[in-house]
């Protein structure tokens, strides 16, 4: 048997064992659910799917696979349930703008930019209705029985009515002002006061439905004239 030196048996030994650990490692996949200080590419049409155990896509982001008649890249996200609550696509035509929605859990537009020209598509934001100064041209009445002084048609996109209204009579007169909806009375203010202001629910309520809110007044005690001017109508939430 020819001699070998000690000391290459050794290196041949410790080759052997590096070759080992290498194999060992090759076989191995390095868990994939962190990215430290790096980027994530998604190409080619790819997405970012998030889905929960009841199968519902929570999160989607690239190909949404709309119909819009070719690709769209986006963002869409959504409850539970599975309606949607955010997203970030054309869903009408592609040669606009994409727009941002957030919606409620029912489809409604909750809150939608206006990708024609720009700014708000809803919520519908009223202007306030100026009054005059001059009490004289406010709406009045003299009837003892409650009269029509105002009207509007609204679309409703909250549950309850914020108001503020303002009484004046004549000297030795008392008076009485209510709000109605559809019909039926949300508010009445007491014999007398000057002021009527709170929040009253829409009987009824529908999102986007049209209703017909009147205010109304009548008179009391005495014989003069009864002022009212509502000064603001305008939708709140349901919280308190």
Request: charged residues 25%; proline residues 6%; glycine residues 10%.
């Amino acid at each position: 048997m020819p001699f070998v030196p000690q000391d290459v048996l050794d290196r041949l030994t410790s080759l052997e064992r590096q070759v080992r650990q290498l194999t060992g490692r090759a076989q191995m996949r390095p868990a994939l659910n962190q990215v430290l200080n790096g980027d994530v590419q998604i190409g080619e049409g790819g997405q970012l799917i998030v889905r929960s155990p009841d199968d519902i896509t929570s999160m989607l982001i690239g190909d949404l696979d709309t119909t819009t008649g070719g690709k769209e890249f986006g963002i869409r996200l959504r409850r539970r349930d599975g309606s949607e609550a955010l997203s970030i696509w054309n869903g009408v035509r592609t040669d606009e703008a994409q727009a941002f929605r957030i919606k409620d859990a029912h489809g409604n537009d909750l809150l939608t930019e206006d990708v024609t020209t720009e700014g708000l598509y809803r919520p519908w934001i009223p202007y306030g209705t100026p009054i005059p100064s001059d009490y004289n041209l406010w709406p009045k009445t003299t009837s003892t029985a409650w009269e029509e002084i105002a009207r509007i048609r609204a679309s409703t996109q909250h549950p309850r009515l914020r108001y503020y209204l303002t009484a004046l009579e004549s000297s030795g007169t008392e008076g009485q002002s209510r709000i109605t909806v559809d019909g039926t009375p949300v508010a009445t203010s007491g014999s007398g006061d000057p002021a009527m202001q709170g929040v009253a629910s829409i009987p009824s309520y529908e999102f986007g439905k049209e209703v017909d809110i009147r205010i109304e007044a009548r008179r009391i005690s005495g014989t003069g004239t009864v002022y009212v001017a509502p000064h603001a109508l305008y939708g709140v939430g349901s919280a308190a």
